[in-house]
Every structure is written in structure tokens, then in C-alpha cells.
């Protein structure tokens, strides 16, 4: 699992700058000093990357939930919805894909592990038990 900390290259919405430019500024500005390389995702609908985009578990393996979460059930909130496979594909991301919804903002990574909010059990009922969404 490569956890934040490991991370020497960060992928933010191109929509960042756009929505909050003096945020992107300070942001750009801080990651600068630290040598901490930007590059912008495409064809984003929301600056929230994080959400959408694929865990990193390896150096070059990734694993993409279902980003589905039912903050963003009501129809108003659709155009929110970006599409992560589209993304990942520009960027010729290793994907392995997972039938579990759950956004990036319910999963921190530690180690060997990924601790995940209750609101992924709340969010994947197909799954008959807890025991078995971690087993997945």
C-alpha cells in the first residue's frame, strides 16, 4: 500500500485553480517548497479528485471503487459525477476494479491496510455481512 506520506506526485482536478484559484495558489505554493510535482486530471466534474480516483496499493497497481455515494444520489447532483475509468484510461493507470462503492474521502491508508469509514458498509447493502465486504 503506498500511503499519502510516500506520495512524491499529486494528481488534482484541473477544475481546481478554476473554482478556487487564491486556495490553488497558497496550495501550489506549499507543494512547490516541498518538490512535490502537480499534474491535472482532464474531463473532472468536481475538484474533489480524491473521491473518484483510484487507491494506489503498489507502484504502479491501483485499485477503483465504485463511486457512487448517496450524497450525490439526488439528480441535482449528477453533473457532480466524474468518470473515473476515462480518467484512469488518459492517464494509462493499471486498474484493478472492485464492485465495493466507496469514495476516497472514507479511506485512509496505513501499511499493508485500508481503514474504511462505516459509511462503505452503510453504502454497499449487496454485501451480506461486514465479514464479507472485507474479504472482497
Known amino acids: 500500500m503506498i500511503v499519502d506520506k510516500e506520495t512524491n506526485h499529486l494528481y488534482l482536478s484541473a477544475l481546481l485553480e478554476l473554482y478556487y ?3 490553488y495558489k497558497s496550495f501550489k505554493k ?7 510535482v502537480i499534474d491535472f486530471l482532464q474531463d473532472t466534474k468536481d475538484v474533489w479528485s480524491v473521491d473518484f480516483m483510484p487507491i494506489q496499493i503498489e507502484k504502479d497497481r ?8 448517496a450524497y450525490l ?13 476515462q480518467i484512469c484510461k488518459q492517464l494509462g493507470l493499471n486498474i484493478r476494479t472492485t464492485d465495493i462503492i466507496a469514495d476516497g474521502g472514507n479511506v485512509v491508508k496505513v501499511k499493508n491496510k485500508a481503514i474504511m469509514t462505516n459509511r462503505v458498509v452503510e453504502d454497499n447493502p449487496h454485501y451480506s455481512s461486514e465479514e464479507d465486504l472485507v474479504n472482497t
Do not use: A, C, M
Open 21 to 23: 484559484p487564491s486556495f
Open 30 to 36: 506549499e507543494l512547490d517548497r516541498y518538490g512535490i
Open 73 to 85: 444520489k439526488h439528480k441535482s447532483y449528477r453533473n457532480y459525477i466524474s468518470n473515473p475509468s
Open 62 to 69: 491501483f485499485v477503483q471503487f465504485v463511486f457512487n455515494p
